[in-house]
């Protein structure tokens, strides 16, 4: 499984990441959760806002911070 956080470093950025990597652990899984700052490969998945999620190369939010809760069903939509 491949988990992205896009978003260049803002706070809410960072709470998606650790949120995310909660997620994760909570659930059990081996999945890296993987930091995007670069703006161009943001560019590149079509979002207007950060930050987004990005599971299994599909956008599953964007431009707000979805709770562990919200974060843990799109991990388990995509395993």
Same mark, same amino acid.
Do not use: W
């Given at each position: 499984?491949?988990?992205?956080?896009?978003?260049? $470093?803002?706070?809410?950025?960072?709470?998606?990441?650790?949120?995310?990597? =909660?997620? #994760? !652990?909570?659930? /059990?899984?081996?999945?890296?959760?993987?930091?995007?700052?670069?703006?161009?490969?943001?560019? $590149?998945?079509?979002?207007?806002?950060?930050?987004?999620?990005?599971?299994? =190369?599909? #956008? !599953?939010?964007? /431009?707000?911070?979805?709770?562990?809760?919200?974060?843990?069903?799109?991990?388990?939509?995509?395993?």
């Amino acid at each position: 499984m491949n988990i992205k956080i896009l978003g260049t $470093g803002c706070s809410n950025c960072q709470k998606l990441h650790k949120f995310a990597e =909660e997620a #994760v !652990k909570e659930i /059990g899984i081996q999945a890296p959760v993987e930091k995007v700052e670069d703006i161009k490969k943001i560019m $590149g998945y079509g979002i207007m806002r950060t930050p987004a999620i990005v599971i299994n =190369e599909k #956008v !599953k939010a964007y /431009g707000r911070v979805p709770g562990k809760d919200e974060i843990k069903k799109f991990i388990q939509e995509e395993a």
